[in-house]
C-alpha cells in the first residue's frame, strides 16, 4: 500500500488541487451554482450531479488522484471495522444511496446512508432547509423524505461491495407518514429495516432521534419504550455493529437513563449527536420549522461526547458530530472521546474538497503532537 503522504509528487499535486478546489469552491461554484438558488433546489442539483458523473470512469479516477488523501496515521480499526480514515458523511444527505461512487473516490472513511424507512416516504411538506450562512448553519425539516429501506438498502450493498476504500453505514428509522401507529407498529416499522439491513452493510445506525415527525420521538422519551425497540432488535441476527443517533438537547440526568438501556443491549456505537432543536440567542424567523446543523451543534455535541465517554468508558464507541468545518475541530472532537467523526454542512458551506482538507490537517495536527495512529488520540482531553 503506497500512502499519498508518503509520496512527494503525488502530495504536492493533491495539496495544490485541493488549494484550487477550495478556491473555486468558494468563489465560483458556491455564488453561482448552489448558494444562487433556495437550499431545496440546491440539493436537487448536488444528487443531480452525482447521478450523472458515478458512471464517468476517468472522471473519477481524476478525483481520486487529486482528493483522496491516503495517511497511515489516519487508518484506524473501530467496532471490528477497518477505516481508511476516521471521516464520514453523516446520515441525512444522501438519504437514497445515490453519493457513494463519488465520495468513495473523494476519500470519504465511510458515509452513512438514509436516514431510510420501511415504507417509501414522502417527507414534510417543502421547503426542507433554510440557509443560515452567519451561523454555518442549515434549518432541516426534512421528516425522512426518501425511497424506501428495501432499494436503499440494495443501492447500498451493491455500493459497498464496489467500493475501492470506503465503508458504508445505513441509517434507519421509523416510518414519518399517515400509517404511523402506536409504539408496537414503530418497533415493527425499525424491525422491517433492520432485517432487510442485516449483513449488508458495514455499520447499521438507528435514528431515534429524529426531531420532525408526526410521532415525536418516542422511544427517547421514556427508558422503558427503548428497552422495547432494543428488546425486538437484538432478536434479529446481524453480524454488522450498531450505533444509535442520539438526540442533542436531552439533560443528561434522562439520557443517562437512556444509555443505561442501551448498554444492555446489542449496541455497540453511538453518533453523538442529531440537530440543535434549543434556538437560544439565534435570530430565526419564527415561521421556520425544524432543526439545526453546522455551527449550533458544535459545543453541545462536544460537551456530550466527553460526558458519555468519562461516565461509559469504552462500553460504547462514539462516532462525533456537529459543527465540524476544519481540522481542529475534528480533533476537538477525537480529544474530547470520538473514534469517529461525521459530518455534513461542511460540504455545502466549504465544499467537496473540505475532506480533503480535514484529513490532511487531521494528520498533521496528530504527528505535531506525537500520536502514531488517530486511535491514541481518542480521549485525550480527558
Ligand atoms: C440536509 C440534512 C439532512 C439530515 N437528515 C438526517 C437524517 O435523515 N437522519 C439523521 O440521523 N440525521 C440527519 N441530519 C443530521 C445530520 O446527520 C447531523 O447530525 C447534523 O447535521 C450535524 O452535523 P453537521 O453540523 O456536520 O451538519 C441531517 C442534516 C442535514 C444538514
Known amino acids: 500500500m503506497s500512502y499519498v503522504s508518503e509520496s512527494f509528487w503525488h502530495d504536492a499535486v493533491n495539496k495544490a488541487t485541493t488549494d484550487l478546489f477550495t478556491f473555486g469552491y ?12 433556495p437550499p431545496d433546489e440546491a440539493h436537487d442539483r448536488m444528487i443531480t450531479f452525482c447521478q450523472l458523473t458515478k458512471n464517468i470512469t476517468p472522471l473519477m479516477w481524476l478525483e481520486r488522484q487529486m482528493l483522496n488523501y491516503t495517511d497511515p496515521v489516519l487508518e484506524t480499526t473501530v467496532m471490528g471495522v477497518d477505516f481508511a480514515n476516521p471521516f464520514g458523511l453523516s446520515a441525512g444527505l444522501d438519504k437514497n444511496c445515490e453519493m457513494p461512487v463519488l465520495l468513495d473516490n473523494a476519500g470519504f472513511g465511510f458515509e452513512t446512508v438514509g436516514s431510510t424507512t420501511s415504507r417509501v416516504c414522502p417527507g414534510n411538506a417543502k421547503p426542507w432547509f433554510h440557509r443560515l450562512p452567519e451561523y454555518d448553519s442549515m434549518m432541516v425539516h426534512v421528516g425522512l423524505a426518501n425511497i424506501g429501506s428495501d432499494t436503499v438498502i440494495e443501492r447500498a450493498e451493491q455500493a459497498w461491495t464496489k467500493a475501492r476504500s470506503m465503508q458504508i453505514s445505513v441509517s434507519i428509522a421509523r416510518t414519518n407518514d399517515s400509517l404511523t401507529g402506536d409504539l408496537a407498529e414503530g418497533i415493527e416499522d425499525y424491525c ?22 408526526k410521532a415525536g420521538e418516542p422511544f427517547t422519551a421514556s427508558p422503558d419504550n427503548l428497552d422495547q425497540l432494543f428488546t425486538a432488535l437484538d432478536r434479529i441476527d446481524r453480524p454488522q455493529p450498531t450505533l444509535v443517533k442520539l438526540p442533542l438537547n436531552k ?36 415561521d421556520w420549522e425544524g432543526g439545526l446543523s453546522g455551527g449550533p451543534t458544535y459545543r453541545a455535541s462536544n460537551d456530550l461526547i466527553r460526558q458519555v465517554r468519562r461516565e461509559y468508558g469504552d462500553r460504547f464507541a462514539i462516532a462525533g458530530i456537529g459543527g465540524v468545518f476544519i481540522p481542529e475541530q475534528a480533533y476537538a472532537k477525537i480529544r474530547s472521546g470520538a473514534d469517529l467523526v461525521m459530518f455534513i454542512s461542511a460540504l455545502m458551506y466549504r465544499g467537496p474538497q473540505q475532506i480533503t482538507v480535514l484529513k490532511r490537517g487531521l494528520a498533521e495536527l496528530l504527528k505535531r503532537d506525537g500520536f502514531e495512529h488517530v486511535s491514541e488520540a481518542v480521549g485525550a482531553d480527558l
Open 26 to 37: 468558494k468563489h465560483i461554484i458556491k455564488p453561482n451554482f448552489v448558494f444562487n438558488v
Open 192 to 213: 422491517i429495516s433492520m432485517r432487510r439491513a442485516a449483513g449488508r452493510t458495514a455499520m447499521v445506525e438507528v435514528n431515534v432521534s429524529c426531531p420532525n415527525t
Open 251 to 286: 439533560p443528561w440526568a434522562e439520557l443517562k437513563d437512556l444509555l443505561d438501556v442501551l448498554a444492555e443491549h446489542n449496541v455497540q456505537g453511538l453518533s453523538i449527536a442529531n440537530l440543535q432543536k434549543d434556538r437560544t440567542g439565534l435570530a430565526i424567523p419564527h
